[in-house]
């Protein structure tokens, strides 16, 4: 629960507009013609005072038919979720699944902007089938409208045990199990892996790059995601050793922004990655995994050394092309082996050099 949240009001007859209009334009650009006219859906009064007082928080899409929002109504957040698996959305230690209410239901039609999944002479059947200019009008049955659209789901967000509303890291254990499910290329190890950095809600993770890159049917969106959360930390090493030298008490994040903004210096990617793999906090069974993983399980160099250089090669191969580039080959092409120690890799280093240097509020919300 949000205690002392002020709820601002939508306009219930501008939503329900919003959501006809787009039915109407969806059915136009499939050849199919609504007849025009305002159009709502019934609600009862407690229903509809449900409806005003939600107000939407962030928003995300993966497509036309899959999407995510939080909602804000009355005091919880919730998580509204169209076009995901029913087997994918399930509740975690911070989030339940609730009863989509009527009022609730008619804030996610509008609010999720995803495209109806029913045919266009099926939208023609029921979204023509009445206006407030006919006698006796009262409205569209909720669930007539609900059923031309993917499945939608909610989840109640529990905001004072998370301390977070962030919808990407509460969306995060959702699309991973999404990725586990139909042709995707996920396996449910790695699927409950990064369900828990999730979860865990880490400070300083951009849960961004992976919500998106773990439906990807290519992996190596998801390894180069993670490999961009571990480009977060490699200043970490230099400027908290420049912190301890010159006796600063600033957090290492502002002491690497402030060399970066004045000296321009940057950490080199190389030094970095290995002073971030060489981290306390990184377990060697991650790091020997990783190795086996990349074909650098046998060498003179250190583990981290190693690890490093075969992510680095890996990433460089992935990004960069030219007369010189080498392939780099996955053991056995399993980028799950690869992925699972990198995922907990990332929640290791975040959870080490990210503590107590951000607030565990959301820099995420908004729309994209």
């Known amino acids: 629960m949000l205690e002392g949240s002020v709820v601002v009001s939508r306009n219930a007859k501008d939503t329900a507009a919003t959501i006809f209009d787009r039915l109407v334009r969806y059915a136009a650009d499939r050849g199919v013609q609504i007849p025009l006219g305002e159009r709502y859906i019934f609600l009862d009064e407690a229903e509809y005072d449900i409806l005003v007082r939600t107000k939407r928080l962030a928003h995300v899409k993966f497509g036309r038919n899959q999407a995510a929002a939080l909602i804000k109504s009355q005091n919880t957040v919730v998580l509204a979720i169209a076009g995901f698996e029913a087997e994918a959305v399930v509740s975690t230690s911070q989030t339940r699944e609730v009863e989509m209410t009527a009022g609730l239901a008619v804030a996610m039609l509008a609010d999720l902007e995803v495209n109806p999944s029913a045919s266009p002479a099926s939208v023609l059947d029921v979204a023509g089938a009445g206006s407030a200019a006919d006698g006796g009008y009262q409205g569209h049955d909720l669930d007539l409208v609900l059923g031309l659209y993917p499945d939608m789901q909610a989840l109640e ?165 030219g007369p010189t580039t080498r392939q780099v080959a996955i053991l056995n092409d399993d980028w799950n082996a690869l992925c699972i120690p990198l995922a907990r890799v990332v929640g290791s280093v975040f959870a080490h050099a990210y503590a107590g240097d951000l607030p565990a509020v959301s820099s995420t919300l908004g729309d994209r």
């Not at 995060?172 to 699927?191: D, F, I, K, M, Y």
């Not at 210096?265 to 190795?291: F, I, K, N």
């Not at 250190?302 to 890996?314: H, Q, W, Y």
Request: glycine share 8%; charged share 20%; proline share 4%.
């Open 157 to 321: 967000i529990d905001d004072l045990a998370a301390g977070w509303t962030d919808l990407d890291a509460n969306l995060l254990p959702t699309c991973a199990r999404q990725g586990a499910h139909g042709n995707g290329w996920v396996n449910s190890e790695l699927a409950g892996e990064l369900a828990m950095l999730g979860e865990q809600r880490i400070a300083g993770i951009p849960y961004e790059f992976l919500t998106r890159a773990v439906l990807d049917l290519n992996p190596t969106s998801l390894f180069l995601s993670l490999y961009r959360c571990l480009e977060a930390t490699y200043a970490y090493t230099k400027a908290s050793e420049l912190a301890t030298t010159l006796g600063i008490s600033k957090p290492w994040i502002e002491i690497a922004e402030a060399l970066g903004n004045t000296l321009s210096w940057y950490p080199r990617h190389d030094q970095g990655l290995a002073a971030v793999l060489a981290m306390p906090t990184v377990g060697s069974d991650e790091l020997e995994a990783l190795a086996v993983a990349l074909g650098r399980d046998e060498g003179a160099d250190a583990l981290s050394t190693r690890v490093a250089a075969g992510v680095r090669e890996l990433r460089n191969s992935l990004v960069h092309y």
